[in-house]
């Protein structure tokens, strides 16, 4: 099984417990009961529900309760989860935790939607409004009106709290939601119009926008290697409620998946027989939307992150290559939009959910010099006891952010500390990079193709050839290899198709706390292009934090970002690119919390692909998931760097 596949279908585990260091199945045998119940939608849909209740019913406990689409099994009232809860120490200190398979997922009725649109209206206020009186939801017994009937992931949540807080004895009248990935997304889709129950969420790494910047797109462009494996195993066809999918759709090996997705060819190939054949559901509506239109936007939950009423925890990583947009972008749009809420950001040095296992040490060549885990887990843990239990710790800090290159927690009053002072460093001559303006002329950066020396010019130019694309990482790799987040980027600065831009030497450590801007101004043969843009810190020679391997020199990625340049003025409308004419791609890339040490230079790649990461840009203006062979062609690709085109990135410095 494929690393990334095989990752994929823990998800549910790591989410609940059962694949941390250390399981415990027989305390939680010991400890709770465990009743499986059908609970009643307003609409009559039965969603399944298993529900561990404390053999210690000389108290009330509150709920702590995850809704996801991965299976909420085992099933059977004799089969227990390995652990409970999202860590350790909860379990200990008891709950009633709840697991509920999602509408139209596993062994719950319904139909499912990928994401499920949120609802504009009040419905779950009208319709708690309509069963004031001793009605109760349809199915349980029925509630009348359209409106009342209406549901969404907000509703069902509710609904199923109502039900809960009816139904299962000895409960304090308290429930606390959490969720890592998709069980995220729900997690934060239980915010809106929520039940006056529910007061404490902690939106996980939640899928939040994914044409902008989660899963299957970033700024437009298509993230393949995800989502290939993805849907193969997600998008399987389910006719009625099962306890296991059995199966992907289809069955492909491959050892080399650059090779693999190179030979597959355009997009539109990846419905023939041998692979999706049109069996692909969501598949083919990611296809389908090849703009931001009323599919994408639909999907989006930041909207309707308004009025938000209970506390929030948001929790990210900055190495997460799925989710981290879903964080960063959820606690932002909480504070704008719901500016009285009691809301909080924790970002680790994590991948996609590592913060829910019992030890993380390490990642990649990086060392964090103790478990990050134990740290986080006292935050979590404070969280839910400070609202479920009256506990008598204090509230959590607005922000805490691990700073990578220092390895140390840091608490900020507001996220992105507000201090931080905007720096841009400029596109220069001969590959430098400097807060100076860029001079009127200049020479070729390293890897330019098209500047003989001497030649005055205000660019840098290589060749794009889609025959030929960047890979996101060096060497083989089978399925997508997540440490390529933080991995050495000499082996693409060697190439002729990618420009580096560095500092010299920094005199003094430069703190970067906040999100960064891309601003580069781009030309090309073609009509359309995909912009890469890496922040990178060079290493002057080894030392504590990185492997003691890593020759003087380290290109150490720390943050990068891909932009379809068709959408550089609107995401549901793109336009072209006129040939040989600089276009300004300005652009948002997520944030960082990071020092560049003194002796290290601040480096930025540039490239136009990211292979098989990101699908490959055509480099015309096509509809790419329609595009044909003939539609794929070279371009030359031109980075300027002048008065009239001052490219650069701006970083929030905090000195």
């Known amino acids: 099984m494929r690393t990334l596949l095989a990752f994929i279908l823990l998800l549910p585990l790591l989410s609940c417990g059962q694949n941390r260091r250390g399981g415990e199945p027989d305390f939680v045998k010991q400890h709770f009961d465990k009743v499986e119940a059908m609970i009643p939608m307003r609409d009559g849909i039965k969603l399944y529900t298993a529900i561990y209740i404390p053999k210690d019913q000389g108290h ?77 939801v349809a199915g349980a017994a029925g509630s009348s009106g359209a409106a009342n ?16 807080l009816k139904n299962i004895k000895n409960n304090s009248g ?38 902008i910047g989660d899963d299957a797109n970033h700024n437009g462009a298509f993230f393949l ?67 931001y239109g009323d599919y994408w936007q639909a999907r989006n939950i930041r909207p309707h992150l308004t009025n938000i009423r209970p506390a929030v925890l948001v929790v990210g990583g900055w190495f997460d290559a799925e989710d981290m947009f879903g964080s960063l972008r959820t606690y932002e749009a909480i504070e704008q939009q719901s500016p009285n809420n009691d ?155 990618v420009l580096s831009y560095e500092t010299d030497p920094l005199t003094d450590s430069v703190i970067v706390t906040g999100r960064l801007k891309a601003d580069i101004f781009l030309s090309s043969t073609g009509t359309d292009a995909d912009l890469i843009v890496k922040l990178i810190d060079v290493l002057p020679g080894t030392e504590v934090g990185i492997t003691a391997t890593s020759p003087a020199g380290y290109q150490r990625l720390v943050r990068a970002e891909v932009f379809r340049c068709k959408f550089r003025n609107s995401y549901e409308r793109p336009e072209p690119l006129v040939p040989g004419q600089p276009a300004e791609v300005a652009f948002k890339m997520n944030e960082i919390a990071h020092t560049f040490k003194k002796g290290h230079r601040i480096m930025v790649q540039i490239q136009s692909s990211w292979f098989p990461l990101v699908d490959i840009n055509p480099q015309t203006f096509v509809n790419i998931p329609t595009a044909g062979e003939g539609d794929f062609q070279k371009a030359t690709i031109r980075i300027w760097h002048d008065p009239a085109h001052p490219s650069g990135i701006t970083l929030p410095v905090l000195q």
């Open 60 to 136: 009330s406990w509150p709920f702590l309760m995850e809704r996801t689409p991965y299976s909420a099994g085992p099933y059977g009232d004799t089969l227990y989860r390995g652990s409970l809860g999202p860590n350790r120490t909860l379990m200990h200190e008891m709950a009633i935790f709840v697991y509920q398979d999602v509408r139209g997922r596993y062994m719950s009725e319904g139909q499912f939607q990928e994401m499920t649109p949120a609802r504009k209206d009040a419905h779950n206020a009208l319709a708690a409004k309509k069963r004031k009186g001793g009605a109760r």
């Open 149 to 164: 009937q209406a549901t969404d992931e907000s509703s069902d949540t509710w609904d199923t709290v109502d039900w809960l």
């Open 174 to 211: 308290r429930v606390g939601i959490w969720g890592i990935s998709y069980p995220g997304f729900y997690a934060s889709a239980s915010l809106p119009d929520a039940h006056p129950a529910i007061k404490a969420v902690s939106p996980q790494a939640p899928v939040t926008d994914e044409f």
């Open 225 to 291: 290697l995800d989502n290939f494996d993805f849907d193969n195993f997600f998008d399987v066809k389910r006719p009625f409620p099962v306890k296991n999918y059995g199966g992907n759709i289809f069955h492909a090996e491959y050892s080399d998946a650059y090779r693999f997705f190179l030979d597959l060819g355009p997009l539109k190939n990846s419905n023939k027989p041998e692979y999706f054949n049109n069996q692909g559901k969501i598949w083919n509506e990611y296809l389908a939307g090849s703009t």
């Open 343 to 497: 809301n909080h950001i924790i970002m680790g040095p994590w991948t996609h959910g590592g913060w829910a296992g019992g030890s993380w040490t390490k990642f990649g060549a990086l060392d964090f010099g103790g478990n990050v885990n134990d740290y986080y887990h006292v935050v979590e843990t404070n969280f839910f006891n400070h609202y479920l239990k009256d506990s008598a710790t204090p509230a959590l800090p607005e922000a805490t952010v691990f700073e990578t290159g220092t390895n140390q927690w840091k608490e900020y009053a507001t996220w992105p500390p507000a201090e931080a002072k905007a720096v841009k460093f400029f596109l220069q001559e001969k590959g430098g990079l400097a807060t100076g303006s860029p001079a009127a002329v200049g020479g070729a950066a390293s890897g330019s193709a098209g500047a003989s020396a001497g030649e005055k010019a205000g660019f840098d130019e290589y060749v794009s050839d889609p025959a030929h694309p960047v890979p996101y990482i060096d060497g083989i790799h089978a399925s997508r290899d997540n440490q390529y987040i933080v991995t050495d980027q000499r082996f693409a600065a060697e190439r002729p198709d």
